[in-house]
């Protein structure tokens, strides 16, 4: 999720430095850049612990502890329906 916010950040900032720059007061476009890089720089700081977590998430994903039994399938010209 940090990586999709990271991603809708600088896309804004390419809005703002692009075609908000272009019609809109300098105080104005001065705002939304310090917006976008505030938020930028948050979710920059929070991205080591998210990544932390999902490695302490899936280091038993190696191995799974249940494992579907395997059927044979039926008779016949069977095909599963999506």
């Not at 705002?31 to 998210?50: E, F, S, V, W, Y």
């Not at 494992?67 to 999506?82: A, D, I, K, Q, Y």
Request: proline residues 10%; glycine residues 4%.
């Amino acid at each position: 999720m940090l990586e999709v916010a990271r991603q809708w950040v600088i896309l804004y900032l390419d809005w703002v430095s692009g075609d908000l720059a272009s019609r809109a007061p300098a105080r104005e476009v001065a705002h939304a850049i310090k917006l976008g890089a505030d938020r930028l720089h948050a979710i920059t700081l929070a991205m080591p612990q998210a990544f932390a977590d999902q490695d302490e998430l899936c280091k038993d994903w190696d191995e799974p502890a249940w494992r579907p039994e395997l059927r044979t399938p039926p008779p016949g010209n069977f095909l599963p329906v999506l």
